[in-house]
């Protein structure tokens, strides 16, 4: 499921809580070090990188964090230049904001920066993102689709960050209605699993690929590995799909799920 790192991804569906509790906020700037940690908030994905890194660097002092740098990579010279990754020199957590995911992936991929952040991923540190951020965790991520009902060729993938293996993530998920375009997604490669995050909730994922559901609302696992009947390859565009059996896990705070034994955690 994951090669063995060391680190941790915090995966949240977006529109989390900034004013009141702001539980999956907190929960980063602790598992980042607390009171000692050094958060690079990456703006990457957003139009509009001074407003939202101003918003999150705000944020994450006064929910505790020692130092919090806002780094805005515009272009792909800049995520290459020569020492760029000694900006992480002292990061304990890295968040990516939301946006666009594919302005993530095609700003840092194969760069210097790129690389950088798979390192620290595998020595230990912890990278988060909300939205497009959380999209981009996985080596296939969704870019682009329908929602509501599962119809073959109305979904746009890309490679993501490759962070997760042999996981699709979507955002947003409860509140539009993307059941259908997971499934589609999955469709594509039954062995790989669909995790739907609802907004204002978050997976914590450890360096065992287990997770601990923290939020508000709910994340949804669907499971097609044993799927017997699919006419995936055998529909015309737009045609409705099928995809059966399918084994579907919805859990809320307090639970988790075991990615490589496919299993939830009580």
């Known amino acids: 499921m994951t090669e063995h790192v060391e680190g941790k991804l915090l995966i949240i569906g977006g ?52 130092e919090v740098q806002v780094l805005d990579v515009s272009d792909r010279i800049q995520a ?44 230990g540190i912890i990278i988060a993102g909300t939205s497009a951020g959380a999209s981009v965790m996985s080596d296939t991520m969704i870019v682009g689709g329908e929602a509501g009902t599962a119809k073959k060729n109305t979904l746009s993938m890309a490679p993501g960050l490759g962070l997760l293996r042999s996981v699709v993530v979507d955002q947003h998920f409860a509140q539009r209605g993307r059941i259908g375009r997971l499934l589609s997604a999955i469709s594509q490669n039954p062995y790989v699993l669909g995790v739907g995050i609802d907004e204002d909730t978050a997976i914590l994922v450890q360096s065992d690929a287990s997770f601990s559901v923290i939020g508000s609302n709910t994340v949804t696992v669907v499971d097609a590995s044993t799927s017997t009947t699919t006419n995936v390859s055998e529909t015309t565009p737009g045609q409705s799909l099928v995809l059966s059996p399918i084994l579907m896990h919805v859990l809320s705070e307090g639970y988790g799920f075991d990615l490589k034994q496919r299993v939830s955690l009580l």
Request: aromatic share 8%; proline share 1%.
């Open 15 to 66: 529109a989390e809580d900034k004013k009141n509790e702001c539980k999956i906020l907190k929960r980063f700037v602790e598992e980042s070090g607390g009171r000692e940690s050094r958060i690079t908030v990456l703006t990457a994905a957003t139009e509009y990188p001074l407003q939202v890194g101003t918003e999150y660097h705000a944020l994450f002092l006064e929910l505790g964090a020692k």
């Open 80 to 123: 290459n230049r020569q020492g760029i990754e000694n900006e992480f020199e002292k990061s304990t957590g890295i968040f990516f904001t939301g946006g666009d995911q594919l302005r993530i992936t095609g700003l840092l991929g194969g760069t210097l920066l790129g690389r950088k952040l798979q390192q620290l991923y595998q020595n």
